[in-house]
């Protein structure tokens, strides 16, 4: 079995017990960087699962139990991307699963599990959902951009945030905020948004998204030829990536009040 294969059917085995679990209202357990960033007892339960289920003597890098084990093979985990949304029955959140091979990510699948849609990618492989190759949008420019982003859990981030969107708004087609960086970038990677930018994703967040938005013809990175990291994501097709990037970064975005 492929690394592919083997993320896939964890990622829906993880959607599957989470759907049966979830139940009317899911109890928060602990709250993180603020107290708007929560964790459930279930996010926890499916990160456990997901690590049951990796081959031993393979890395994990997840966002509930953090950094276990070491080697060539790190898996990358979310359970659930999107936490906020599935606390609150909304229909965009994830399993997040990527395979990194030497440092370099050869796998990723982003199950978005309320819509029962899994989009898969492997390096060189292409981006795929239902059987069918994805590819980003292109010729789009700026103006006609329709663009997704996310914001913070801080009061200080998320008024810097304010500011930068509000910039970008009179700019584009319009912005859609869906509350998972991973469905976000899926989403670029189907055409069904044109861009996606936000500060303060997590690898977890976007290794897997990342992958298959790349797969399917868009560039993913930071400012000023960094990659994309904590500090920015961008993601859009090369041309629209240039004009997004160009836009926001004499706003200086990476900052917190």
């Known amino acids: 079995m492929t690394h592919l294969e083997l993320a896939e059917e964890i990622a829906r085995e993880a959607g599957e017990m989470l759907l049966a679990e979830r139940g009317s209202k899911p109890v928060v357990a602990a709250t993180k960087s603020s107290p708007t960033d929560v964790v459930t007892e279930l996010d926890r339960a499916a990160e456990e699962l997901i690590r049951a289920r990796i081959p ?44 990194e091979v030497d440092g370099v990510i050869v796998a990723g699948v982003v199950h978005n599990v309320p819509r029962g849609e899994v989009f898969t990618a492997s390096l060189g492989g292409g981006a795929w959902l239902a059987g069918e190759r994805l590819s980003c949008t292109t010729g789009v420019p700026l103006e006609r951009a329709l663009v997704a982003t996310g914001f913070g859990y801080s009061a200080g981030r998320r008024a810097v945030q304010a500011e930068v969107v509000a910039r970008v708004l009179p700019r584009v087609r319009d912005i859609r905020r869906g509350g998972s960086c991973a469905v976000d970038l899926c989403s670029v990677a189907a055409g069904r948004v044109d861009a996606y930018y936000e500060r303060g994703t997590n690898l977890w967040d976007h290794a897997a998204g990342g992958l298959i938005a790349q797969e399917a013809g868009a560039v993913l990175g930071g400012l000023h030829g960094r990659p994309a990291s904590q500090e920015m994501a961008i993601c859009a097709a090369p041309e629209l990536f240039a004009e997004l990037h160009d836009l926001i970064a004499p706003l200086d975005p990476e900052r917190d009040l």
């Open 56 to 99: 031993a003597g393979h890395a994990v890098l997840g966002e509930e139990e953090g950094a276990t084990g070491s080697g060539s093979v790190r898996w990358i985990v979310d359970p659930i991307d999107g936490t906020v949304n599935f606390l609150y029955g909304l229909p965009d959140w994830a399993v997040s699963i990527a395979v």
